[in-house]
């Protein structure tokens, strides 16, 4: 079954009971300034929970385009790291807004899983939050999971929040085994182990509060339910492999880059790494400019900005002298433009826009690998771990390296950055910098955009032909 049929069999079931279909939100959250970017299916519902906003549904169901790289959650670090973890994944979705609830839920899901998809109930375990005896007695009396397959946990990993404020709730979790000789191999390895061995694939969220700021929790109208299942996990079970990167929503793209790098995917980990890594990287850099996203040195942009780096430098070290990055999107496209037309529309200007940064990196890349292997090279001389900050800053300011992309480089050769020495660096030259500025009659100008940005002057989004233009928001 491919990934575009599991959607379509999770949309159809759902909406055959009542769930509204509903199209994903944008990777851009509009009127949220808690959130980087969405990262869970409810979030273009959130204001149905906190009961702000009526809609002429009370059942919805969505696979919502998510991108987990910065924020409360963030995955970055474990891309390439674990076989389950993405910067940009789908999460399909079932939703009730104070219609039903726990009972329900969990039939659902259990339903969808071991009926529809036909899913084996002896690699299945489930979790709720560990006083949830409530959810525990559904699963056991009313679904028949065996009490030893229900494992109780804290508020880590079974209250599940958006953000540090919004709505929140306990959870209940269900997890797949992907069997002896997956993970860590460990004799303890079990459910809420780190390792990929045990994978969760779907939560299901029992909405009940609102966190404010200073913590407190106050109830929801009315009881809801949120759950989120990952498109590509869900397709790992499926397609009977033990990796997301098996699946034919990430292979069409592997198999993409391997064919231009002449290089065969397997063949060498170190070049499957790379392959992985730019697979997943395409997936995130064109969905997030497709919504409207830049590169740039701040916020949402230079997240944008180090994923696109990170991808360039695999890139580079798969061989290819040339911007590639760019060519990935035909394949990203391929996978998923029908699903998400709004790819096709976009196409040339999500091109032109890679292609511009592949090519402003290219003018420095080689030149502060070069200066990063000389550092390396001098550092293990004498027998030391960690690059002093001074150099992660000169590799950041004139080879616009960023901190976490130096540091994923030299990780390789069991060395980490300064990150204090670094931010030490980076304090020094803003001081330098404003100095440099007094009395040199800039000062005026930086108070005009000041207050300019006062009046609400933002980015906004014109159209897809042209770069964002500034101007004052009213
Ligand atoms: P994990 O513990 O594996 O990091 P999570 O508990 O952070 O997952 P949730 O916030 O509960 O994830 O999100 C709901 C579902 O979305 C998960 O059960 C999983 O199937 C999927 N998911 C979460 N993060 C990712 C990711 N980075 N890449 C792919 N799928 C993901
Ligand atoms: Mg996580
Ligand atoms: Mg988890
Ligand atoms: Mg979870």
Known sequence: MTGKEIRARFLRYFQERGHAVVASSSLIPHNDPTLLFTNAGMNQFKDCFLGLEKRDYVRACSSQKCVRAGGKHND?????????????????????????????????????????????????????????????????LQEGVPRERIYRFGEKDNFWSMGDTGPCGPCSEIFWDNGPGTGCGSPTCAVGCDCDRYMEIWNNVFMQFNRSADGTLTPLPKPSVDTGMGLERICTVMQGVTSNYDTDLLQGIIQFVARLSGKQYGADERDSVSMRVIADHARA??????????????????????????????????????????R??????????????????????????????????????DRGLAILNDEVANLKKSGQTVLPGEAVFRLYDTFGFPVDLTADIIAAEGMTVDEDGFALAMERQRNQARENWKGSGEEGIAEVYKSLHGQGLRSIFTGYDEQTTYGVVS
Not at 331 to 340: D, H, I, Q, S
């Open 76 to 140: 970055l670090e474990n891309v390439g790291r674990t076989a389950r973890h993405h910067t940009f994944f789908e999460m399909l979705g079932n939703f009730s807004f104070g219609d039903y609830f726990k009972k329900e839920a969990i039939a659902f899901a259990w339903e969808f899983l071991t009926r529809d998809l036909g899913l084996d109930k002896d690699r299945l375990y489930v979790t709720v939050y560990q006083d949830d005896d409530e959810a525990a007695d559904i699963w056991h």
């Open 285 to 326: 850099v064109t969905f997030l400019i497709c919504d409207g996203a830049l590169p740039s040195n701040e916020g949402r942009g230079y997240v944008l900005r180090r994923i696109m780096r990170r991808a360039a430098r695999h890139a580079k070290m798969l061989g290819f002298a040339e911007p590639i990055l760019y």
């Open 328 to 365: 990935t999107v035909d394949a990203v496209n391929t996978l998923l433009g029908e699903a998400f037309p709004e790819l096709l529309e976009r196409e040339s200007y999500i091109k032109k826009v890679i292609l511009a940064e592949e090519e402003r990196f290219a003018e420095t890349l």
